[in-house]
């Protein structure tokens, strides 16, 4: 590369020289930078979706590339988050490809010291098992005055922040139905 071209290259100079005046746009802008392309662009397909992290249901747009989602954006015609999303959000195609996700179900018996992969089908037999059973053992059906309760205190609904409005309307149903009383989320919905 010539003298020249290497000073003229310098920002101050491509600011000071060019039409960007300010330094926030091309005088600024590396070859590097200049050479790369958003995953946007080179997406295959955009999937409409909705943030699974909290109950405020922001949409968002899912980047596609070969069947994997490779970048996650707001979706700007969302009528709730009009194209934002907050920080965890923004960086929730990490939850989909983040090396540390756990995709099996995991298990730790009474007093056993290692947690066991289970398959789906086993675990969900196992918790149905649970809770009829905890149901059975705890129902109440009158009070001591004979008053109608038809309820259990021996089961309870506590949910995570990364549940949306659909999901928790369904477990609230869920849990009601079942007799439970003590139904709560952590984002107080
Ligand atoms: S976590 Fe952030 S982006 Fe996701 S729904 Fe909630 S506010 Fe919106």
Known sequence: MSVRKTVLAWP??????????????SAVTSPATEAIQPRTV??????????????VGCGQRVF????????????????ISRGRL???GSASEQLVNSPGRQTAMLYRRPYGTEWESLDLETATD???????????????????????????????GLGGATLDNEENYLIKKLFTAMGAIQIENQARI
Do not use: F, H
């Not at 101050?12 to 746009?25: A, E, F, M, T, Y």
């Not at 596609?64 to 009528?79: A, H, L, T, Y």
């Not at 809770?131 to 008053?147: K, M, N, P, S």
């Open 126 to 156: 196992m918790i149905a098992d649970r809770v009829l059973q905890a149901r059975d053992q705890t129902w109440q059906d009158v009070d001591d005055q004979g008053r109608k309760l038809r309820r259990t205190l021996g089961i309870a």
């Open 42 to 55: 080179t997406a295959d397909k955009v999937v409409r979706s909705v943030c699974p992290y909290c109950a």
């Open 64 to 79: 596609v590339k070969d069947e994997k989602v490779v970048q996650i954006e707001g979706d700007p015609d969302s009528p």
């Open 12 to 25: 101050v100079l491509r600011q000071v020289l060019g039409n960007d005046s300010l330094g926030r746009g």
């Open 86 to 88: 907050c920080p965890k």
